[in-house]
Each structure stands twice: as structure tokens, then as C-alpha cells.
């Protein structure tokens, strides 16, 4: 059953809401002390003609936090003489709209890449005014934040089936809601793990992007779908599985609903794709069982990750959905990819000429190598927790998890840290 939720406002009129773990106690939702703050207004997009691509400016981001101190993240719940992003003592998962957004917080179309050809084609050589009308507009959309756990330290990986679960229900809420809204073509939910990822923000969190427009990738995996669909009759991404479950040596996780492997294909030095066995478009089309199995196979898979060095590894979540209103779901299949740049313990794949300049990737190791040594790794089990414990007794509890683990020795295929 989807857990439950609760929202109200933010002082600037921005929206957030709370969801719950099962039996977990309603949190007590405070009304937002600090003073009214006018949001800033919706930045810009710019259209590429030589890519046929949106390109979003958003110039007020560049005051956003970046890597407060614990005491000041605004990720952590409110305290009474510091009030936060989140006006609770305590709470699951909380959702709100960013404070400091890349799109949005208007809400409205773009003009397609062919009317903006067209626009362009006929327009003077000499009316610049037409020309930049033509490829310009308001940077509409929406940017939200998703708060994994109250606690300042810890991981996706480190919280258990039941607060995995209600993240996933979240996921599933904000999918349907956004993608109802004005203007939307696309829902985008993220993770980015580590400060060699770029994070801005240590806090458990992850992000979601509602764009008004269906994004370059998404453009070309979804024209590929569509046209194995066309030819054979199938999704192209459930021929992928059913090759990758016979083949074998990519598996790493094959439960009764899902799929975890790296694929045949692999861009990065550690890159593993999750798939659902059933044929959805989207995150809110998964039944209950469904959420269930991911609740378990996603964690896991970022624990084996997590196991392959002595520290923690940075990456990449990101979830593939169907555009919200694509021509023939029946081509679309919901997945994650994980990916990550880590190459060797202390080596990071940077993108260098080929990659970054031309998009031609040049793989360090094998899938089947990154396969191998993922299913090797040994599993530390994760308690769930049995009794509500308050925000301070969990920080203390991982302060001394992490004490007495720094002492250990550290072992390449022993539990992750």
C-alpha cells in the first residue's frame, strides 16, 4: 500500500510534503518561521540550432548552498533557533519544491525544435529581434528536492526495505502529479552521490526535474523504442532483458520482478541498469509487489557497489521514464542506470576529448569484469529499525558505527563502509 502523505507551504509559497514510513507516527508539522522571501523568477531557455537542443540558463543558481557544515545544512530538520528547509523535528521523507531551481517555477510549453526550424527559415537575415524570439523562452518547468531520511549522514544504500519503499512512493506520487502539470513533457528523477560527482549538498537526498520539453537522450532511446516496436512487434528494452537473463554473465540480481546487470554496452567503469520484468512507462505504474522487490534489489545494488573499495563510491541514479505524452507507451520501459567514473580505488574516469567533445565513450574494463566483481561482494545485512528512535540517537548510533569501522581492516570483498 503506498505510504501515506501530508503537505502544506513553505513562507515563500513554495510546497512540501511528508511521507511515511509504515506504522511510523505522523510528524508535526510546524508552519515555517522564517521571514517571506519573493522566489526568483523562471531563468531561460536558449535553443542550440546546430544540436536542435534546449540548453536552460538559470543565473540565480550560482548562490545556492554548497557543502554546508552539518550544523547548517538546510537538508536536516528544523530546530528551534535554526529553522530550516524542512519545518519539522523530525520526519521519513519529505519533497519540496528547490529553492533554488534550474527550470521554473513558472509552468508553460517551448516551441518544438520544427517550429522554431520553420521561424528561423523564414525569417530576414537581417531581423536579429525574430531571431532571438525564435530561439529563446522562459525557463519553465519544475525542480524538486527529495529528502531521503532526517539524518544528516548515511546513504540510499544504508536505509533499509521500509524507507527504500517509501522513497519509491514518493517517486511514484511526484511522477503522477507533475506530470499533470502545465507544460510538462518530462519527469526526471535522480541521484548524485559524492563531491567527485559534484554534489553540493552531503545530506541523503535526491532530485527530481519536471521539463517542459523531452530531453536530447530521452529523444533518441525513445525514436530507437519506437522503431524495434514498428519492426518486430516488441519493446526493444524487453528484448535487452531477455537477452541479458540468457546470456548471464552481466546478471547480478534476477528476482521474480526484476533485473539488475550491467550491460552489454557499458559507458562507465561501473554502470549497472535495474529493470522491471513487467512492461511499465513510468515509476507510479509499478503495483505494490513490484515496489516491494525494488525496495530490496535497488539497495542492494548500491551496496555492491558501495563493497568494491574502502570508501564510498560516487555515482549516478538516474531513472528513464516515458515521456508524458509519448505517441505508443507499449515501446516505453521503465530502468534505472547507475553509473559511476570511479575506475580503480583512487582513479576517477574524467571525460577527456573523444567522450566529452565528440559523445564516442572508450570503456577502462569489461562489463562482464565489472559484473563479476560486483556479485563477489560479501553483503553486510542492514537492520530495520523495530522501535522509533529520535534524530540524536541516530547520529550518535552512526557516529559510533562509523567510529568502530574506521578501525577495521579494510577487506576489497568484506561489506561496504
Not at 525557463?139 to 544528516?152: D, I, K, L, N
Not at 523495530?386 to 576489497?412: C, G, H, I, K
Request: charged share 25%; hydrophobic share 40%.
Amino acid at each position: 500500500m503506498p505510504a501515506s502523505h501530508r503537505r502544506t507551504n513553505l513562507s515563500d509559497g513554495r510546497e512540501i510534503l511528508f511521507f511515511q514510513d509504515p506504522d511510523s507516527p505522523a510528524p508535526v508539522i510546524a508552519a515555517d518561521p522564517r521571514p517571506h522571501e519573493s522566489r526568483p523568477d523562471s531563468g531561460t531557455l536558449r535553443f542550440d540550432v546546430l544540436t536542435g537542443e534546449w540548453v536552460a540558463v538559470a543565473t540565480h543558481r550560482q548562490t545556492r548552498t554548497h557543502l554546508p557544515a552539518a550544523a547548517e545544512c538546510p537538508l536536516c530538520p528544523s530546530l528551534p533557533d535554526r529553522p530550516t528547509e524542512i519545518p519539522a523535528a523530525d520526519f521519513d521523507v519529505a519533497v519540496f519544491e528547490n529553492r533554488f531551481p534550474s527550470l521554473g517555477p513558472g509552468l508553460g510549453g517551448v516551441p518544438s525544435s520544427h517550429t522554431v526550424d520553420n521561424t528561423l527559415a523564414e525569417a530576414a537575415p537581417d531581423s536579429i529581434d525574430s531571431v532571438t524570439s525564435a530561439l529563446s523562452g522562459p525557463g519553465y518547468g519544475r525542480c524538486e528536492v527529495v529528502v531521503f531520511s532526517s539524518e544528516h549522514t548515511g546513504s540510499f544504500a544504508d536505509l533499509g526495505t521500509d524507507r527504500a519503499r517509501t522513497v519509491i512512493d514518493a517517486w511514484a506520487n511526484r511522477t503522477a502529479e507533475l506530470s499533470a502539470l502545465p507544460g510538462i513533457e518530462q519527469v526526471f528523477m535522480f541521484e548524485n552521490r559524492g563531491e567527485e560527482i559534484g554534489v553540493t549538498m552531503n545530506h541523503p537526498h535526491g532530485q527530481i526535474y519536471a521539463y517542459p520539453y523531452v530531453t536530447p537522450h530521452t529523444a533518441i532511446t525513445s525514436a530507437r523504442a519506437h522503431e524495434h516496436l514498428r519492426r518486430t512487434g516488441r519493446p526493444l528494452l524487453g528484448d535487452v532483458l531477455a537477452f541479458e537473463r540468457e546470456a548471464g554473465e552481466r546478471m547480478i540480481i534476477d528476482t521474480d520482478h526484476f533485473s539488475a546487470f550491467v550491460p552489454f554496452a557499458a559507458r562507465w567503469p561501473i554502470e549497472v541498469h535495474i529493470v522491471p520484468h513487467r512492461q511499465v512507462g513510468s515509476v507510479d505504474e509499478l503495483d505494490d509487489t513490484e515496489r516491494d522487490d525494488l525496495a530490496r534489489v535497488y539497495p542492494e545494488v548500491l551496496q555492491r557497489i558501495d563493497g568494491l573499495y574502502p570508501s564510498p563510491t560516487p555515482y549516478i541514479a538516474a531513472w528513464h521514464q516515458a515521456p508524458v505524452n509519448s505517441a505508443d507507451r507499449r515501446a516505453e520501459w521503465l530502468h534505472l542506470e547507475i553509473t559511476s567514473p570511479r575506475r580503480a580505488e583512487n582513479k576517477l574516469k574524467f571525460l577527456a576529448g573523444s567522450e566529452a567533445a565528440m559523445g564516442a565513450f572508450v570503456g577502462d574494463v569489461s562489463a562482464e569484469e565489472t559484473a563479476a566483481r560486483l556479485r563477489a561482494v560479501t553483503l553486510t545485512p542492514i537492520a530495520e529499525a523495530v522501535v522509533p528512535v529520535t534524530a540524536n540517537e541516530t547520529l550518535a548510533a552512526n557516529e559510533t558505527l562509523a567510529a568502530n569501522e574506521s578501525l577495521a581492516t579494510d577487506d576489497q570483498e568484506g561489506g561496504r563502509r
